[in-house]
């Protein structure tokens, strides 16, 4: 295992150097001059010129990119063009806001999916299969930034419950919650019932009802439990697209988080923050990915990596 980890942690490198020329790539080829948009709409072309030269925009774009990954080795990004700050900060405050909103939509949102999709597959072709697989394709169907909304007029609007938007204490988390983690409760419903009647149907499990083993231990020892590997890879992959900024839900809330900063720099041709975050989420997936890897060896420890 520990060669193995190695191996994985060495492999990050190429990975983001190859993620890197993409992504420096990409945010010269958006429309807009950043320098024009620093200067303001006021400024001469000699103060464009200017400001272009003291961002190292004039400068041929290998020489930018050689020291743009210089600069990322050494974990320095620059300044934002747009708030004069370093980029590091500005990504440092808007991490945390995101992380905890990722991790209690996932908490609950992975919770929720379990006992609806082990409930449909457990009473498949009746009820409260129905039911659970007709909530799950709502959960799909609806478009985060209309729940969103209708949250926020329901509860806030109407009844006064929540605040409209925000970040700062345990009731801005409810509704932005919900519309993040509604989608990833209907995906992981779906997965694990699907997952759950493979697994049901293996021989080790229909020998275990067949010894008279109890319906209950069949469910969550021998068939939930070897469901999971599917299931744990799911959780992961919606983690991580869940980390990198929900862009709308951060939008329609006014959640100061990775996504809304991602959005805002765009608009903005902010480069180094583009790039700096794009590494970032691209790390995040990585480190995710290895993450869930070793889950795998401990949730069944048959599986040994070598």
Known sequence: MFKYLIRRVAGIVPVLLVISLFVFGFVHLLPGDPARLVAGPDATAQDIALIRQDLGLDRPLHVQYLRFVSNA?????????????????????RFMPTLWLTVVSMVWATLAG??????SAVRRGRWPDYMGMVVAVSGIAFPSFWLGLLLIDLFSVQLGWLPTGGYGTWQHFIMPSLTLGVGVAAVMARFTRSAFIDIAREDYVRTARAKGVPARLVVWKHTLRNALIPIITMVGLQFGFLLGGSIVV?????????????????????YTVIQAEILLFSLEFILINLLVDVLYALVNPEIRYS
């Open 250 to 270: 951060e939008t329609v809330f006014a959640w100061p988080g990775l996504g809304r900063l991602l959005v805002d720099s765009v608009s903005y041709r902010d």
């Open 73 to 93: 080795v050494q974990g320095e990004f620059g300044l934002s063009l747009k708030t004069k700050r370093p980029v590091i900060e500005e990504i440092g405050e």
């Open 114 to 119: 379990l006992v609806i999709g082990v409930a």
